[in-house]
């Protein structure tokens, strides 16, 4: 869970499949991905004014901006499971995989 740029708390499901808010009101809302599987693991916020998440179970990295769009991101390396998330001092994300192989790093832009 993470304070996002909006001023809200950002927290992933991964077992539901969608990424959560909750307003300072106590209003959670629930964003369900648009495929099943993916089961966001790590949430970040990004250098672009949007959330970054890891989904432990595909090739993949997310972004929710905070109207709730979500986008997928295939990382091009065979079968990556991406588990932790972070920014690097350069502004991009950094993430591991869930069997500790191999570190990634992908700009936002």
């Known amino acids: 869970m993470l304070l996002g740029p909006d ?3 950002w927290f992933t499901e991964a077992e539901a ?3 959560g808010r909750i307003t ?3 209003v959670i809302t629930e964003f369900p991905l648009a495929a099943t ?5 790590d949430i970040v916020a990004g250098p672009d004014g949007n ?4 989904n432990a179970g595909s090739n993949s990295l997310g972004r929710i901006n905070p109207g709730g769009e979500i986008s997928d991101y295939p990382i091009p390396r065979a ?3 991406p588990l932790g998330i972070t920014v690097g001092s350069e502004n991009a994300l950094w993430f591991s995989d869930s069997q500790g192989v191999f570190i ?4 936002v832009a």
């Open 104 to 107: 990634g790093r992908r700009t």
């Open 37 to 41: 599987g993916h089961r966001p693991f």
């Open 17 to 19: 499949d969608a990424i």
């Open 79 to 81: 079968g990556a499971s």
């Open 7 to 9: 001023g809200n708390l």
């Open 24 to 26: 300072p009101m106590g």
């Open 51 to 54: 959330l970054w998440f890891s």
